[in-house]
């Protein structure tokens, strides 16, 4: 079947320091993969959407200097939130779908990420 | 404005009795998956639909793109069906972004 794995599961950082969280998928392709943010109260916002072998798109709010993404190939992805500030606290997700545009998701557990 | 409107968001049901969740959308989406997430945070998938009905045991799910909704019938209610259901759609038209429905927050009671 089509699992998606996260790590770390759980991880505090200070302020201002950084924190990187990947994402693999087992039993089939992330071509696409969606980082999602939760944060306390709120549903999840798409970070950004990155396809293999194309530009990663993010979404308003969100940038490349801020959530730098890796999608190397069809089972890794990861991304680093850059100078963590408490906003920036919650469960990060990540998604993952097989190449066709609209494909089942199958969502990974979380990093959650705690800023102190 | 939000492109998902989940509904309720929160719902209490005695156990063995049945409700339904509805996500509308302000616009035509190409697909609909439903979660629901466990006592661990994980999101596990119960149903993904391009159109039509699907079942599975006690839950039922329904998409009508035309209509822009969807929605997942829960029967015969059990303990364990307490947690959070999201719903999560994709954008036609070439932008395939997945946007989740705030979520319904179920308690099934004895």
């Known amino acids: 079947g089509a699992l998606v794995y996260q790590y770390p599961r759980r991880t505090i950082c200070k302020s201002g320091t950084s924190m990187r969280m990947e994402c693999q998928a087992v039993g089939f392709q992330a071509t696409s993969v969606a980082w999602y943010r939760q944060s306390p109260q709120k549903t999840f916002e798409l970070i950004a959407l990155?396809?293999?072998?194309?530009?990663?798109?993010?979404e308003q709010n969100f940038t490349q200097e801020k959530f730098p993404i890796s999608h190397p190939n069809l089972s890794f992805s990861s991304m680093t939130v850059l100078n963590a500030y408490l906003e920036d606290r919650g469960l990060y997700l990540c998604?993952?779908?097989?190449?066709?545009?609209?494909?089942?998701?199958?969502f990974g557990p979380g990093t959650r990420l705690t800023v102190l | 404005g939000d492109q998902v409107e989940q509904s309720p968001s929160a719902l209490s049901l005695h156990e063995g009795t049945g409700s339904a969740l509805r996500c509308n959308f302000t616009t035509t989406m190409r697909a609909v998956q439903w979660f629901r997430k466990n006592s661990r945070g994980s999101l596990i998938n119960l149903f993904y639909l391009a159109s039509g009905t699907k079942e599975n045991g006690r839950l039922k799910s329904a998409f009508d793109s035309k209509e822009r909704y969807s929605t997942l019938h829960i029967r015969d209610a059990q303990l364990e069906d307490s947690g959070t259901y999201f719903c999560a759609a994709l954008t036609s038209g070439g932008n395939y972004k997945p946007t989740f429905g705030k979520g319904t927050s179920l308690v099934v009671h004895p």
């Open positions: 998604g993952a779908r097989d190449g066709h545009p609209y494909a089942e998701q199958f």
């Open positions: 990155s396809t293999v072998n194309s530009a990663i798109k993010y």
